[in-house]
């Protein structure tokens, strides 16, 4: 059970809730704080104009709304933003979105009515997931468009998936004998206006990518097995030098990881050693290609953006992305625009290029392992059949090559893209779910491509026959991503060994 309070979450609640269906509750002083709020509202719009109460909505903020049409007001917002076109949302980011929300909305600043809290929790802990398109909002007055379809089944309306069938709400909500949401005040405009698909997104990008980053960091260290390279590279002498702290912090994994390796070779006694002096063509490799030697540098900057990106997100989990803001402390109520999502679009674009580096990254080792021109250890392709006769993993390889252009194509920032909207209103826009979204598919083909560099890795170590030399570490880890992959002698299919790998690689 997880209960919300007035204090800060973590991200392990999301992960609780999102990913593994634990349930939600609220304690006392929570439910205290924002009945306080309700009525402060109640009271405080009496004679005032307060936006989205009894005024119109965005550029149409100018026209007074009557008293008796202040509810049908908010039933006509949620109804004509519920506009998104394209595929449907995957249920983990609309549950996930539904949970930003409801941490957002119970911090007692935007004074809805404790039911629409009540609502909220249902859908959330019965697993109801609200149908969302893809498309809609720019990420401005917060996700608009996504969030009116989660609003729009909360007062009884659209459809649903729950138990894996789309449904009609009311349906759903008759089954289970819950009550649809009863409009007050403005629960119609809080329920939407804010960045919680984005940051739904956002929170699992940077779960993904921790996990892309853990199965690099591995890769990485078995081809410096494979390859038997030196240590220098990724010693505490040559890389203190680099004032970067996660530059340091790589290189200190590469060496907890192959402390144990028998196969990592020093160059105190290679050619720090007199039996060379007299060579002029040197046999083992003086130094290893960059996509081997460099990987503290490479990936430095790639683990310092998800552990940037991961402050910023939790600090919008823990935010108020709402507008108006209800202040009952100082009895007053502030317009503004929290609702802006451009610290969550920023961070997305920075993770999404470090992302498809790490793509670029894990083709150029797949490269390597794959051309014995560079290798100079395995034959073409990593074949283990007859030469001409059977191909190895020459067909993987394209998948990676083509995966890894799709992922160069999409480098372009949306984040810098603004267009502005809604009469001009929106003028300067964050895109900030276009971007999550987008990371989020670059993601999902970084792994594809980790899947192929993993393959051969597994096909490599099969061929070497050297697994007891291996770092206890690196062989748990091909161990598990190999568990279902056979030493490739005859040709196979390969896509449902990738599909094995992806699975495996998102477990870690």
Same mark, same amino acid.
């Given at each position: ?5 007035l ?9 609780k ?5 634990e ?5 006392n002083?929570?439910i ?13 719009i009496k004679d005032?104009?307060i936006?989205g109460i ?8 100018q026209?007074?709304?009557d008293d008796?049409d202040?509810v ?5 917002l949620?109804r ?12 983990e980011?609309v549950k996930g979105?539904?949970?930003?929300r ?5 911090r ?5 009515s404790?039911q629409t809290?009540?609502?909220?929790k249902?859908?959330i802990?019965?697993?109801?997931t ?5 498309h809609?909002g ?5 996700d608009?468009?996504?969030l009116?379809?989660?609003a ?11 138990e894996?069938k789309?449904q ?5 909500l008759n ?5 649809p949401l009863?409009?007050t005040?403005?629960?119609g405009?809080a ?9 739904s997104?956002g929170?699992?990008?940077?779960l993904?990518?921790?996990k892309a980053?853990?199965s690099?960091?591995l890769?990485g260290c078995?081809?410096n097995?494979?390859v038997?390279?030196?240590d220098d590279h990724?010693?505490i ?7 970067h702290a ?6 200190n994994?590469?060496?907890?990881i192959l402390?144990?390796s028998k196969l990592i070779s020093?160059?105190?006694e290679?050619y ?5 002096e007299?060579e ?5 490799k003086?130094?290893e290609?960059y996509?081997?030697r460099c ?5 430095g900057p790639?683990y310092k ?7 910023v997100?939790l600090?919008e ?5 709402d ?9 007053n109520i502030y317009?503004g625009g ?5 610290f969550v679009?920023?961070e997305m ?5 470090v992302?498809i ?6 083709e150029r ?7 014995? #021109?560079l290798?100079?250890?395995?034959? %073409?392709? =990593?074949?283990?059949? /007859?030469?001409?006769?059977? +191909?190895g993993?020459q067909?993987?390889q394209?998948?990676?090559t083509?995966?890894t ?7 372009s ?7 502005p909207s809604n ?6 826009v964050?895109?900030?779910t276009?971007?999550?979204l987008l990371t989020?598919?670059v993601?999902?083909n970084?792994?594809?491509v980790i899947a192929v560099?993993?393959?051969s890795?597994?096909?490599?170590c099969?061929?070497q026959q050297?697994?007891k030399n ?10 598990t991503?190999?568990?279902d992959?056979p030493?490739? #002698?005859?040709?196979?299919?390969i896509r %449902?060994? =990738?599909?094995?790998? /992806?699975?495996?690689l998102? +477990?870690n």
């Amino acid at each position: 059970m997880v209960i919300l309070s007035l204090n800060p979450i973590y991200f392990s609640y999301f992960f609780k809730v999102v990913l593994q269906n634990e349930q939600v509750s609220f304690d006392n002083q929570l439910i205290e704080r924002n009945k306080e709020a309700h009525a402060f509202l109640q009271n405080f719009i009496k004679d005032k104009v307060i936006y989205g109460i009894n005024t119109g909505l965005g550029p149409m903020a100018q026209y007074r709304v009557d008293d008796k049409d202040q509810v049908k007001l908010q039933k006509n917002l949620i109804r004509s933003h519920a506009a998104g076109v394209g595929k449907h949302m995957p249920k983990e980011m609309v549950k996930g979105a539904m949970f930003c929300r409801l941490v957002s909305l119970s911090r007692g600043y935007s004074g809805v009515s404790l039911q629409t809290l009540e609502t909220l929790k249902e859908f959330i802990n019965h697993n109801i997931t609200p149908v969302v398109s893809q498309h809609g909002g720019v990420g401005a007055s917060g996700d608009l468009v996504q969030l009116s379809q989660i609003a729009l089944c909360l007062i009884g309306e659209g459809k649903v998936y729950y138990e894996d069938k789309l449904q009609n709400t009311k349906d759903v909500l008759n089954q289970l004998n819950i009550k649809p949401l009863e409009i007050t005040l403005r629960e119609g405009l809080a329920l939407i206006n804010g960045t919680s698909f984005m940051t739904s997104v956002g929170i699992l990008n940077i779960l993904n990518a921790q996990k892309a980053l853990n199965s690099t960091l591995l890769n990485g260290c078995l081809i410096n097995e494979v390859v038997e390279s030196f240590d220098d590279h990724f010693s505490i002498e040559l890389n203190q030098v680099k004032k970067h702290a996660t530059q340091q912090y790589i290189a200190n994994e590469m060496q907890t990881i192959l402390k144990d390796s028998k196969l990592i070779s020093k160059r105190e006694e290679t050619y720090y050693n007199s039996k060379y002096e007299n060579e002029n063509i040197f046999k083992k490799k003086v130094q290893e290609y960059y996509s081997i030697r460099c990987m503290p540098q490479v990936l430095g900057p790639i683990y310092k953006t998800i552990s940037e990106a991961e402050e910023v997100l939790l600090d919008e989990l823990n935010s108020v992305s709402d507008n108006p803001i209800i202040d009952i402390e100082n009895q007053n109520i502030y317009h503004g625009g929290n609702f802006h999502g451009d610290f969550v679009s920023c961070e997305m674009s920075k993770l999404k290029n470090v992302m498809i580096k790490m793509s670029v990254l894990a083709e150029r080792q797949l490269n390597f392992m794959l051309n014995h #021109k560079l290798n100079e250890i395995f034959a %073409p392709f =990593l074949n283990a059949g /007859v030469l001409g006769l059977n +191909l190895g993993l020459q067909g993987a390889q394209y998948a990676a090559t083509s995966t890894t252009a799709e992922n160069q194509n999409l480098s372009s920032s949306v984040y810098v893209h603004s267009i502005p909207s809604n009469n001009d209103n929106q003028d300067l826009v964050s895109m900030g779910t276009n971007e999550a979204l987008l990371t989020n598919k670059v993601i999902q083909n970084t792994f594809d491509v980790i899947a192929v560099l993993s393959l051969s890795l597994c096909q490599a170590c099969n061929i070497q026959q050297n697994h007891k030399n291996l770092s206890s570490k690196t062989r748990k880890h091909i161990e598990t991503i190999g568990k279902d992959v056979p030493f490739i #002698k005859e040709d196979v299919e390969i896509r %449902p060994l =990738l599909e094995s790998i /992806v699975k495996q690689l998102k +477990l870690n």
